[in-house]
């Protein structure tokens, strides 16, 4: 465990989850995701809750460094989804919120 990770608590209503933020790829590199990322970083704080997770394609490495230097973590939980018909394997980044 790095020093930015720590164990989450279980699942709860204090634990949020952000489902997607896609930007098309000629918008890349020009801030715009983190904006993006703030504002429903900013609902789920609140909403009361103390903590967020993400779900990121495991193999989706531009994705996860994004969310890694917005100060999200990989924090070991992992899925195996087959629902449209073939496997994505993701992994689940966390961080806590601010306190409104």
């Known amino acids: 465990m790095t020093g930015h990770e720590r164990r989450l608590s279980p699942l709860s209503e ?3 989850e952000l ?3 896609n930007i098309a790829p000629e918008a890349w590199g020009r801030g715009l995701g983190r904006l993006l990322l703030r504002a429903p970083e900013q609902a789920l704080s609140d909403e009361g809750h ?12 531009r994705a996860r460094r994004f969310y890694e230097r917005a100060g999200w973590y990989a924090d070991g939980a992992e899925k195996r989804d087959a629902s449209l018909g073939f496997e994505i394997h993701e992994v689940r980044y966390a961080r806590g919120l601010r306190p409104v």
């Open 50 to 61: 103390g903590e967020a997770v993400l779900w990121v394609v495991a193999a989706n490495e």
């Open 14 to 16: 204090a634990r949020g």
């Open 19 to 21: 489902w997607a933020i």
